[in-house]
């Protein structure tokens, strides 16, 4: 289980690093930048929780399923393909916003099930609090979307 949440951290990581990239491009206005900034230091919450979470006794962690490593690895390398892909372009705001969407509604499945994966108690709510947190931000998303739409 300690590699799936080093995977896991990994991911939060990049994550946190695909914002922060989004956020630099001259096409982004202020309101997305600001937004992208916001949803970067949540990545960055999570990846430090996760490794809070590596911190427990292995007992209170339970044997990741062969088919959960895989799909956190898979995850893992589709967001760094996505980091590599916007290190070549300046997104603008309705892609990162798409972007973002994509990944949040990924890593909240991913999260929802971490939650059951874990006998502590403490830990299953930690990854459900993660993943009402990526609904949040896609929800945020989806409403910014609306507003630039709108206007």
């Known amino acids: 289980m300690k590699k799936h949440l080093n995977i896991c951290i990994q991911i939060e990581e990049t994550v946190g690093r695909i914002y922060r990239k989004m956020a630099t491009s001259e096409r982004i206005t202020p309101r997305v930048r600001q937004a992208l900034q ?27 399923p062969p088919k959960a490593d895989q799909r956190a690895q898979e995850l893992l390398t589709q967001a760094k393909h996505i980091l590599a892909k916007i290190d070549q372009i300046e997104v603008d705001d309705q892609q990162a916003i798409s972007i973002g969407v994509e990944l949040e509604k990924k890593f909240s499945e991913v999260h929802i099930a971490n939650s059951f994966e874990f006998k502590e108690q403490s830990l299953k709510e930690m990854f459900a609090a993660m993943a009402r947190g990526d609904d949040e931000h896609c929800q945020r998303l989806l409403e910014l979307q609306q507003e630039l739409l709108s206007s």
Do not use: K, Y
């Not at 970067?40 to 979470?53: G, K, M, P, V």
């Open 38 to 64: 916001v949803l970067a230091n949540d990545e960055d919450d999570h990846a430090s929780q996760l490794r809070f979470a590596g911190r427990f006794p292995e007992n209170s962690l339970v044997t990741s």
